[in-house]
């Protein structure tokens, strides 16, 4: 069993929907000293959805905004999860020379849902419930980091 990454690193798009949605589930869950951030490969607009479906488990991403990954304080992660394929390449490409382990998570794009708002949250909450369970069986204590 490998043991919980001290750092991770979530990052998606643009750092509005998914990265941050994880980044909060992440914070809650992990223990206490892992240090976790979100990015993006360009920043993009905060999308109330996002703070709509945390609220409804109690959970928040507070004041933040987007941001890229160039922007980030730290640029060493122990872990990164890249939630979409562009992210995905983008991150093996500015890894290619460090010792970072990148895993790609499939997780849909919630922004392209449509119908009511309530389809939209719809479509929101089975992102937030997703990546929940991956991080939950991925990531916590004793959980293998990637598979």
């Known amino acids: 069993m490998m043991r919980t990454p001290r750092s991770v690193l979530f990052l998606c798009r643009m750092n509005a929907v998914r990265s941050p949605m994880a980044e909060a ?5 992990l223990p206490v000293g892992t240090y976790v951030a979100s990015a993006g490969i360009r920043p993009g607009e905060r999308d109330p959805f996002v ?3 945390l609220d409804e488990i109690g959970l928040s991403i507070g004041s933040h905004a ?5 922007e980030l304080e730290d640029d060493y992660f122990d872990l990164i999860v890249t939630l979409a394929p562009e992210a995905h390449h983008a991150a093996l490409e500015l890894t290619r020379a460090n010792a970072i382990e990148v895993v790609y998570w499939a ?3 919630p922004t ?5 708002r309530n389809q939209i949250l719809s479509a929101y909450r089975d992102v937030r419930n997703h990546l929940a369970s991956l991080i939950a069986t991925r990531l916590g204590p004793g959980m293998p980091v990637s598979n």
């Open 107 to 109: 997780t849909p794009d």
């Open 112 to 116: 392209v849902a449509t119908g009511t």
């Open 66 to 70: 987007p941001r890229s990954f160039e």
């Open 51 to 53: 703070d709509a479906v």
């Open 25 to 29: 589930i992440a914070r809650s869950v």
